[in-house]
Structures are given as structure tokens and as C-alpha cells.
């Protein structure tokens, strides 16, 4: 089996048994992206736990590379931090806008280098990066959300500062 056919044999079984598909609760932030020139379209949902990937689901419809290309996005960002997955987001990005023209380190990727042909047909790399671009969309919003979240519960004690009513201490009590 040559090195593009095991390529597409990876995708087709993302495709066909997409890995954490469906909507699940609960989640943070919900978006919807689609890329017109294939038709793809992703309903996404994002989990975070502080700033750990507790959770991806998504409904997807589209090619098979925009949904292989979902399932293998889901698998490499869950359980990671934010900032983990986003920069593994940043090298599957590199390795789609190389033209092919690029050494994948499976490491970092695992079934992700699969896409590396994909790269070599610009039509299809937005078909690639669909389910990405949701998840660092989706990311940011539950970030973001997580954060004024914090700020209101920093401030809350400040508005409970009011006064309250004296102790009187008891001298018998306090020796
Ligand atoms: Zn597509």
C-alpha cells in the first residue's frame, strides 16, 4: 500500500465513523461555519474545563475531507489545554498551506497527516480546515466567556464589602 493510499484509507475511516460527532452538553460556545465554495457546514460546541478541552461535538455535513478532517480536529484538541491544541491548530494549518510540500511530524499530528495530500489541491484545503477554524472560534468565544465569568466572580466581593455589623469581642473570652 503506497504512503496516499494509506493517506485516504485514514480519512475514510474518520469519515466514516466520525470520532466524537454529535451534540453534546454542556458546552460554553456554539458556532457555525461553513465554506460555500464545497458546501461543507459545521454546527460546533466547545467544553472547556478552566483551560483544558473537556469536550468537542459538533454535526457536520459536507465532503468526506471537511468530516474525516473534523474527527481527526476533535481527537487531537480534546484533553489538551487551550493553548496546547491551538498550536497544534497553527502546525496543521503550516502543513495544509504548504502545496504538499512538507514533513509532518506524526508526533504532533497523528491521523492529521493523512491531509497532507489534501494540501496539494488548493480547492480542498478550506474543505481541511472547516472543522479547525470552528474550534478556534468556538475556543476563543468560551474563553472569552470564562473570563468575564472570572471577572464578575473577582468583583463580587467588592460589592459585598458593605459593612457588616460589628463583633463585639468578648473580653472574658479572649484570654
Ligand atoms: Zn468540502
Redesign the pocket.
Known amino acids: 500500500m503506497s504512503v496516499e493510499q494509506l493517506y485516504q484509507e485514514i480519512i475514510l475511516d474518520h469519515y466514516r465513523a466520525k470520532h466524537h460527532s454529535g451534540l453534546r452538553d454542556p458546552y460554553e460556545a456554539e458556532v457555525t461555519h461553513v465554506?460555500p465554495s464545497?458546501?461543507?457546514e459545521i454546527l460546533l460546541r466547545v467544553h472547556l474545563d478552566g483551560e483544558r478541552v473537556a469536550d468537542v461535538s459538533y454535526d457536520a455535513v459536507?465532503?468526506s475531507?471537511?468530516q474525516a478532517s473534523t474527527s481527526v480536529m476533535a481527537d487531537l484538541v480534546i484533553g489538551k489545554t487551550v493553548d496546547e491544541a491551538l498550536a497544534v491548530a497553527s502546525v496543521f494549518s503550516d502543513m495544509m498551506h504548504s502545496q504538499g510540500d512538507y514533513a509532518p511530524d506524526e508526533d504532533v499530528l497523528e491521523d492529521g497527516i493523512a491531509f497532507l495530500g489534501v494540501a496539494q489541491f488548493p480547492a480542498?484545503v478550506k474543505?481541511a480546515l472547516l472543522g479547525w477554524s470552528a474550534w478556534k472560534d468556538a475556543a476563543a468565544r468560551a474563553l472569552a466567556l470564562a473570563e468575564l465569568v472570572e471577572a464578575k466572580t473577582l468583583a463580587e466581593p467588592v460589592e459585598a464589602a458593605t459593612p457588616a455589623e460589628p463583633v463585639e469581642a468578648n473580653p472574658e473570652e479572649e484570654s
Open positions: 465554506n464545497c458546501g461543507d459536507g465532503c475531507i471537511s480542498r474543505c
